[in-house]
Each structure stands twice: as structure tokens, then as C-alpha cells.
């Protein structure tokens, strides 16, 4: 499939970045490998060159910079820079060339728990600091190419309780008071990372790829994980933590990351 894009492989910008190859398209940016005047190779987000106004694209590129610059956590991205690229806005962060998520889903869970936990520590550390990520899924969990997680693309992320940027999102990870409006909660990570680890157990995702607000308020709970004969306790307890924090209520997405970092720090402890 061939379409616009903003640059070109080949092209060197003003300020000496070379383009290398274009990396991945989202709903309103495209992420590119690139590599600096002084030969870093780097990755570089700028607004899509096909949408009708770029504006909103830009503002995005510009608050997640900002918010980045705000975070220093082992397992969060490394912003490099914010460059004007055609009049744009380009954020530069560090490259990460080991693959997503997406391959372990539904492997065994010594594949993924430590990856897990490290994501829980991110979001637990982000969360300290007032911020909500908003947008936690398996695609936006890279790898490098030695297998350090980080926890990526926070153009959503937003204040607790404060305004939220207009659009994005992955409606399977969204909980409903987040679809009716509600202001950002810290709930709103905890939920999709229970949705996660049920994706990573299960090999699916819980309510479907797009639920709607109907079956998110009729549906009773999450069909159930059906753990194999012989799981060990650690990976039922995970099930049992997933089911409690998505079903009528979430109490449970109110005690923060912590409970999932119990269980996980528990699993891992058995697989080492």
C-alpha cells in the first residue's frame, strides 16, 4: 500500500538528521528511524502528512515532549529532543529495535512476567507523579534490542483529573466512566493493564477489539481465564487479580499498581 508521508528516506533535514526508513503509522503521527549528525541512530515522530490539518497532530507531538522531559524511569522512553521538521513539530527519542508485545500474547508467562512487572513499576512511577498514561497496550510496550522494556507513546497522557487531549485511545482498553466522559483517573492505567495481562493469559482481549458502552455496562464480568492443569498459584492469583479489577465495580483498580506488582514480583520469584 503506498501513501503520502511527511518525509522521505534519504532526506537530510537542516538540522543534519538523516531519514532512514519509516518504522510505523498511527491514527494521527508517523514514527521514523533516523540518525543524527553525530551517526545516533534515533526515532523520530512527526504528524501524518495525509490529515486535513496537522494542528492537532503537532499540539500532541508537542505535549507528549513535554510530559516525557517531565519523567526519568528505567522503563520509560528517553526523550532526545523536540526539531521543526517542514514547519512541524519532530520528537526525537531514543531508537528501540526489539519488537512489541504483541508476539507473547497467550505465551507462557515466564516469556512475559518480567516484562509485566517492569511495565507495572512505569506506570506506578508515573503515577507518582500525577500523570495518567491513557493509552497502555501491548503495541505501545517496545523492547531494545537487549530486552530492557519501555513503556511508550504517552501523546494521550494527561494530568489527574485534568483536561485530556481531544481523540486516541484503544477502545478494548478503555473502562466506561472513560468512554462517558469521566476525567483522567489513575483507575483508567490500572484497568488497561488488567486488560493486558488478561490479553498476555488468554491470548485475547476480554470485552472484543471494540466494545461498546452497552457491553461494557451489561456485561457481568470478563469471561473467565481458564487456567491449564498444573498452573502454578502465582499465574492463577494474576488471573484472579485481572477478573477482580475488570469486573462491575473495579474496586480493586483503586489500590493503584501495587497488587499486580505483588503477584508479579511473586512469579518471578519462582521462575528464577
Known amino acids: 500500500m503506498s501513501y503520502e508521508t ?8 537542516s538540522n543534519g538528521v538523516q531519514i532512514d526508513a519509516l518504522l510505523g503509522r498511527g491514527g494521527m503521527s508517523e514514527v521514523w528511524r533516523a540518525a543524527t549528525i553525530a551517526g545516533v541512530i534515533v526515532a523520530l515522530k512527526i504528524p501524518r502528512a495525509d490529515l486535513g490539518t496537522r494542528s492537532a497532530a503537532s499540539q500532541l507531538i508537542r505535549r507528549e515532549f513535554g510530559v516525557l522531559e517531565s519523567l526519568c524511569h ?8 523536540l526539531i521543526t521538521v517542514q514547519e512541524m513539530p519532530g520528537l526525537i527519542t531514543e531508537y528501540l529495535d526489539g519488537g512489541d508485545l504483541v508476539p507473547l500474547l497467550g505465551a507462557h508467562p515466564r516469556h512475559w512476567a518480567r516484562a509485566a512487572r517492569d511495565v507495572a513499576l512505569a506506570l506506578a512511577y508515573v503515577h507518582e507523579c500525577g500523570t495518567v498514561h491513557r493509552d497502555v497496550k501491548a503495541r505501545n510496550v517496545l523492547f531494545s534490542h537487549t530486552g530492557e522494556v519501555r513503556l511508550v507513546d504517552f501523546a494521550l497522557a494527561a494530568d ?7 481523540g486516541g485511545g484503544t477502545l478494548a482498553y478503555e473502562r466506561l466512566a472513560r468512554r462517558q466522559g469521566a476525567p483522567p483517573e489513575l483507575a483508567d492505567d490500572v484497568h488497561a493493564f488488567a486488560v493486558l495481562i488478561y490479553e498476555l ?5 476480554p470485552f472484543g477489539a471494540n466494545p461498546t458502552q452497552a457491553v461494557l455496562q451489561t456485561a457481568p464480568s470478563p469471561p473467565v481465564v481458564t487456567m491449564a492443569d498444573g498452573s502454578d498459584g502465582g499465574v492463577r492469583a494474576l488471573a484472579e487479580l485481572v477478573q477482580a479489577t475488570l469486573s462491575p465495580g473495579q474496586k ?7 497488587p499486580f506488582l505483588n503477584v508479579l514480583e511473586s512469579m518471578l520469584l519462582e521462575y528464577e
Open 74 to 81: 528505567a522503563h520509560v522512553l528517553k526523550p532526545l529532543g
Open 201 to 205: 493469559l488468554a491470548g485475547r482481549l
Open 252 to 258: 480493586s483498580a483503586a489500590e493503584g499498581m501495587r
Open 6 to 13: 511527511a518525509v522521505t528516506p534519504g532526506t537530510t533535514l
Open 160 to 166: 489527574t483529573g485534568g483536561k485530556t487531549p481531544r
